[in-house]
């Protein structure tokens, strides 16, 4: 009672405390990455999680995941969905503004919809009948049919739809000079950036949220891993992405430096390109049984990520609702050997290029030796990510991919982007696949649904579409200076985020 007196006197005297104090010091990242350009612009969104480090700094979406969930009001105060599932509706905040002074609107919400090209582009297109502005500050999106997925494409890291750029600005400067100069609604404005090779930020003090603990964050690229833990160790950045093997047990017998085994939704496996050409080795399954048996999961594992990753047979995530889990393959290069026998390649064969997800070009080599064990003959191909990810895209690849992706979602988001019509990795499709995936877009009884997905499932299981390796535990290394990195903070998710959540010790 004393207490509650206490503070109602210091109220009524006019005494208040700021809510967070001045945003001071300096938070540098050693990524593993070269820095995209397109990556400053929410339009272009892959489906992956790696344009989000950079997205959840600079921009700001009507929802997105957050500490309180997969679809956290954030532009939008609040979002409401109709009786028929066929109206969603967005009232935004008052208090929202872009780095550039002006108000977030719902014009700006509409046209973000409109320009977007991106990851799902196609097929939230094909599902939004029409996005109405009702006033400022109310958005309408009004589907053709209901899609009891349409939060999960829009709203969370499956896309980059929901992020939000300020017409007026975009219109002004063109697509080129957005990504040149991006403004944007998040909690840090672009100070500097250099592509490829680093990007500064400085906190703006008009985020809606928060205003954030740390003045000014430096995302700088170090791709070769020795040079991030060099720098890392030295005190040069105080963040480092992707550690493996023996440096990464370095770092974690250094006092000084914590190691941290962030768990994305990520999984890796070896995609077969060549499947789809009846003239390709790749096209018979017992071929890609074979690959598939030819790799010692574990082994790889220790070695990459000292254990910490965990093998598997999908390339769904066990934690994704509508998953349905699959054992990881045996090793047993013996029957390898003989399936290979029996699809006629007694002495392996030339399978052209390999191109693993950079920078993995070590996990990569020793999924390649496995297959070079088998007699299956492989050229590495490596390159930086957003050079990989445009190839890929494009379908310029042949041979073999070692894919990944992180991004957030459940089994039809990634579904969508690796096996259906427009999805935007998919070389090829299976006419069953699609129609099952049409169906369970459609169906609104959740049960019902989750049998067509577990359906799909088991058709990419039998036929051996991927040769799945491990769910991804991804390493960090983070230096003395930090006191919140950020690292899960928001589940699943691959970076640190929010980044307006960091903080730096007190010296």
């Not at 405390?17 to 010091?25: K, M, Q, R, V, Y």
């Not at 339009?43 to 969930?69: N, Q, R, S």
């Not at 599932?85 to 929202?96: D, S």
């Not at 990810?389 to 379908?395: C, G, I, S, V």
Request: charged letters at 25%.
């Amino acid at each position: 009672m004393a207490r509650a007196l206490a503070i109602l006197a210091l109220l009524l005297l006019g005494w208040t405390a700021p809510l967070n104090a001045a945003p001071e010091g300096t938070m540098t990242w050693g990524l593993h990455v070269t820095l995209a350009s397109r990556w400053l612009d929410p339009a272009e969104t892959e489906a992956l999680i790696t344009p989000f480090m950079v997205l959840y700094a600079i921009h700001d979406a009507l929802v997105k995941p957050m500490p309180a969930g997969p679809n956290t009001p954030s532009l939008a105060e609040s979002w409401s969905v109709s009786k028929d599932g066929l109206t969603y509706e967005f009232v935004l905040r008052k208090l929202a503004t872009f780095h550039n002074g002006d108000p977030v609107s719902a014009d700006d919400v509409k046209f973000s919809f409109d320009r977007y090209k991106g990851a799902a582009a196609k097929l939230l297109k094909d599902k939004v009948r029409e996005v109405q502005v009702v006033d400022a500050r109310r958005v309408r999106f009004h589907l053709k049919e209901p899609w009891p997925d349409f939060m999960t494409f829009y709203g969370t890291s499956a896309s980059g739809a929901a992020w939000i750029v300020p017409r007026k600005y975009v219109e002004k400067v063109g697509d080129d000079g957005f990504k040149k100069a991006p403004v944007g609604a998040g909690p840090y404005r672009v100070v500097s950036f250099t592509p490829g090779v680093e990007l500064v930020m400085e906190a703006f003090d008009g985020y809606w949220r928060k205003t954030p603990s740390v003045k000014r964050l430096v995302f700088r690229s170090i791709p070769e891993e020795a040079t991030r833990a060099a720098a890392l160790k030295n005190g040069e950045v105080d963040i480092v992405y992707l550690l493996s093997g023996p440096i990464a047990e370095d770092v974690r017998r250094t006092p000084s430096l914590q190691l941290v085994p962030s768990q994305p939704p990520a999984v890796f496996w070896l995609e077969f390109l060549d499947q789809w050409d009846p003239k390709s080795p790749w096209h018979d399954r017992r071929v890609r049984l074979a690959a598939s048996l030819a790799i010692d999961r574990q082994a790889v594992n220790q070695a990459e990520t000292l254990g910490f990753s965990r093998p598997t047979g999908s390339i769904i995530p066990r934690a994704f609702e509508y998953a349905l889990s699959f054992d990881p393959p045996p090793y047993d290069p013996r029957r390898a050997k003989q399936l290979l026998v029996e699809a006629g390649y007694p002495n392996g064969f030339d399978a052209g290029d390999f191109y693993p997800f950079p920078p993995y070009t070590s996990m990569g080599e020793a999924v390649a030796g496995y297959l070079q064990a088998l007699g299956i003959r492989t050229r590495i191909q490596t390159m930086e990510r957003a050079t990989f990810l445009t190839a890929w895209r494009e379908k310029k690849f042949k041979g073999l991919v070692m894919g990944i992706t992180g991004a957030a979602g459940n089994a039809a988001t990634r579904l969508e982007a690796y096996v259906t019509n427009g999805g935007i990795y998919a070389y090829g499709v299976v006419p069953e696949v699609e129609d099952l995936f049409q169906r369970q877009a459609r169906e609104q009884d959740r049960a019902r649904r989750e049998t067509l997905l577990h359906q799909i499932q088991k058709i990419l299981h039998e036929r051996v579409m991927h040769a799945p390796i491990y769910e991804l535990a991804f390493i960090w290394g983070v230096g003395p200076r930090v006191e919140e990195s950020g690292a899960d903070l928001i589940k699943g998710h691959a970076y640190s985020a929010p980044y307006e959540d960091l903080r730096l010790r007190k010296q």
